[in-house]
């Protein structure tokens, strides 16, 4: 049955449809002009707090992009920038407080390569791109673009998330079962979302629908 349960539910590529906007309308927009490969938007720096959801939107850029260009995407907390990079490509590099003085020099003239060609940059960070603790000539680049901050989810954009997510499973998530996670659980979304995995795979495991008593049972593991 694990081994069902398992084949059952791979991993999903991440797409823009998954994530829920929020107030983040008008980011969404550009960020689909940027992956769509649009010429308008060719930089473009996002910023947000911890499981605003930064990685999965990069993901799904990548997602988008790969069919149509070559494009990288890093993630610097252990990923290292291509030494080689075409003017044409696109980078997407997240996490980019995390680059070393090295990489910083690297990611500055990658920087300088895409903008000279036609090329196409997406970074995230944790802070606006002047706060990072990185050199100042390249903060000053992440500056050049368009600059979003990605702004975290009211509980109810939360709640609503949630559903969606248990309804792509193939369970319904009531209204008192989400509410008891928001209370009880760490409340950022991704972490959320590993939460609502666990039980669809405790639910599957052991033949049980969803319940509070599941919900519970999950919290434990």
């Given amino acids: 049955m694990n081994q069902l349960v398992l084949d059952l539910h791979l991993p999903q590529p991440k797409s823009f449809d998954d994530f829920v906007r929020g107030e983040n309308a008008e980011l969404l927009f550009q960020l689909s002009l940027w992956a769509s490969g649009d010429a308008s938007v060719r930089a473009l720096y996002l910023w947000g707090e911890h499981g605003a959801g930064k990685s999965h939107l990069l993901t799904a850029a990548f997602e988008r ?124 979304l991704p972490s959320l979302y590993r939460l609502i995995d666990n039980v669809n795979t405790l639910s599957l495991s052991k033949q049980r629908p969803v319940t509070l008593s599941l919900l519970r049972e999950a919290l434990k593991t």
């Fill in 65 to 188: 992009l790969k069919p149509h260009t070559a494009v990288h995407l890093i993630d610097a907390r252990h990923d290292m920038l291509p030494q080689q990079l075409d003017s044409n490509a696109a980078l997407i590099v997240d996490n980019v407080a995390s680059l070393d003085a090295e990489q910083q020099i690297v990611l500055f003239d990658h920087y300088n390569t895409l903008r000279e060609g036609t090329g196409r940059i997406l970074v995230s960070g944790h802070l606006p791109a002047m706060l990072l603790p990185l050199r100042d000539d390249l903060t000053t680049r992440l500056g050049w673009g368009l600059v979003y901050q990605l702004k975290a989810l009211s509980d109810i954009d939360k709640a609503a998330a949630l559903q969606r997510h248990a309804r792509r499973l193939g369970f319904e998530l009531s209204e008192e079962l989400v509410d008891y996670l928001m209370r009880h659980a760490m409340r950022d």
